[in-house]
């Protein structure tokens, strides 16, 4: 494999993984968890089970309902 063909790998892999947005993150301060910064109530998305999950999971014996 060539030089420029790895460089071009490389570079593809670097803006695909948007490591400069990754490192711009690590530096930020971390998000508070007290409720005075949440002060709404988050409702939780409604998870389906269809048909087919539901015959693996009975396979299973796991028994979603």
Same mark, same amino acid.
């Given at each position: 494999?060539?030089?420029?063909?790895? %460089?071009d790998d490389a570079r593809?892999?670097?803006?695909h993984l948007r490591l /400069? *947005? +990754?490192? =711009?993150? @690590?530096?930020?301060?971390?998000?508070?968890?007290?409720?005075?910064? %949440?002060?709404?109530?988050?409702p939780k998305r409604e998870?389906?089970?269809? /048909? *087919? +999950?539901? =015959?693996? @999971?009975?396979?299973?014996?796991?028994?979603?309902?």
């Amino acid at each position: 494999m060539s030089d420029a063909r790895m %460089y071009d790998d490389a570079r593809a892999t670097r803006d695909h993984l948007r490591l /400069e *947005a +990754a490192a =711009r993150a @690590a530096v930020r301060p971390a998000p508070g968890i007290t409720f005075d910064e %949440y002060p709404r109530e988050v409702p939780k998305r409604e998870i389906r089970v269809d /048909e *087919a +999950a539901q =015959r693996i @999971a009975n396979a299973l014996h796991l028994h979603l309902d």
